[in-house]
């Protein structure tokens, strides 16, 4: 079973991360709220470029969500710490089989608590300006659930974030969610063109978003 934190550390964590934010100088705008306003369980899926991500993850993250993690995550320093308390399952992607026993209790998970999951499809960071190609746990886990899949994508972090170069300036993360991916009807046929689907919707959002992003500090919603 997946623990959960409760109200009062989920509002010490975005506490948490609204000041990690801000240290780093960075602003993030997100558009799309209304299509996470959808009632029951679904799968959040986004693109991943570093763990920055959980910045912007937290910013957006619905009630009764948690994530799926690669094991080397939680010792990621101040990000380790917020994913640990945040409930996020962490698990060693060098064992397939511990990966797959998560993901079918998820699946049983959501259904019986009626809870949301999210997860990296591209599987392993990506800062290369595009999405890798997806992986298909996570659309095997909404068509076994029956549950829809909603897009969140996070724009190129290329404009403040320069890893080979180890620099790092201020800048503008742009997360725009997209409208939710229904599966009910769906069958195990159905999830590379389910998977296929939901790449070219992100990586069509990815580019316009990145070409946008401007740089300047604090929050902004729309």
Same mark, same amino acid.
């Given at each position: @079973?997946?623990d959960?934190?409760?109200?009062?550390?989920?509002?010490?964590?975005?506490? @948490?991360?609204?000041?990690?934010?801000?240290?780093?100088?960075?602003?993030?705008?997100?558009?799309?709220?209304?299509?996470? *306003?959808?009632?029951?369980?679904?799968?959040?899926?986004s693109?991943?470029?570093?763990?920055?991500?959980?910045?912007? /993850?937290?910013?957006v993250?619905?009630?009764r969500?948690?994530?799926?993690?690669? %094991?080397?995550l939680?010792?990621?320093?101040?990000?380790?710490?917020?994913?640990? /308390?945040?409930g996020?399952v962490f698990?060693?992607?060098?064992?397939?089989s511990?990966?797959?026993?998560?993901?079918?209790?998820?699946?049983?998970?959501?259904?019986?608590?009626?809870?949301?999951?999210?997860?990296?499809?591209?599987?392993?960071?990506?800062?290369?300006?595009? /999405?890798?190609?997806? %992986?298909?746990?996570a659309?095997?886990?909404?068509v *076994?659930?029956?549950?829809?899949?909603?897009?969140?994508?996070?724009?190129?972090?290329?404009?403040?974030?320069?890893?080979?170069?180890? *620099?790092?300036?201020?800048?503008t993360?742009? /997360?725009?969610i997209?409208?939710?991916?229904?599966? %009910?009807?769906?069958?195990a046929?159905?999830?590379?063109?389910?998977?296929? %689907?939901?790449?070219?919707?992100?990586?069509?959002?990815?580019?316009?978003?990145?070409?946008?992003?401007? *740089?300047?500090?604090?929050?902004?919603?729309?």
């Amino acid at each position: @079973m997946i623990d959960f934190a409760a109200d009062l550390e989920h509002l010490i964590i975005r506490f @948490m991360v609204r000041h990690v934010k801000y240290l780093l100088g960075l602003r993030i705008e997100v558009s799309g709220w209304e299509h996470l *306003q959808t009632e029951g369980p679904y799968v959040v899926i986004s693109n991943h470029q570093s763990s920055l991500d959980v910045l912007g /993850l937290m910013e957006v993250l619905p009630d009764r969500c948690t994530t799926i993690a690669k %094991k080397e995550l939680v010792y990621a320093g101040t990000v380790g710490l917020i994913c640990w /308390l945040g409930g996020i399952v962490f698990i060693n992607r060098k064992k397939t089989s511990d990966a797959k026993s998560v993901m079918a209790d998820a699946a049983k998970t959501m259904l019986d608590e009626q809870i949301r999951l999210w997860v990296f499809p591209e599987g392993t960071r990506n800062q290369k300006g595009d /999405l890798l190609p997806f %992986k298909k746990g996570a659309f095997h886990l909404a068509v *076994q659930a029956q549950v829809p899949i909603i897009p969140v994508v996070f724009s190129s972090y290329n404009n403040f974030y320069l890893r080979k170069e180890k *620099q790092f300036r201020s800048g503008t993360i742009k /997360l725009k969610i997209l409208p939710k991916i229904e599966t %009910k009807g769906m069958t195990a046929d159905d999830v590379s063109s389910l998977s296929d %689907k939901s790449y070219s919707l992100m990586r069509s959002a990815f580019l316009e978003i990145s070409d946008s992003v401007t *740089q300047s500090n604090g929050p902004s919603r729309h």
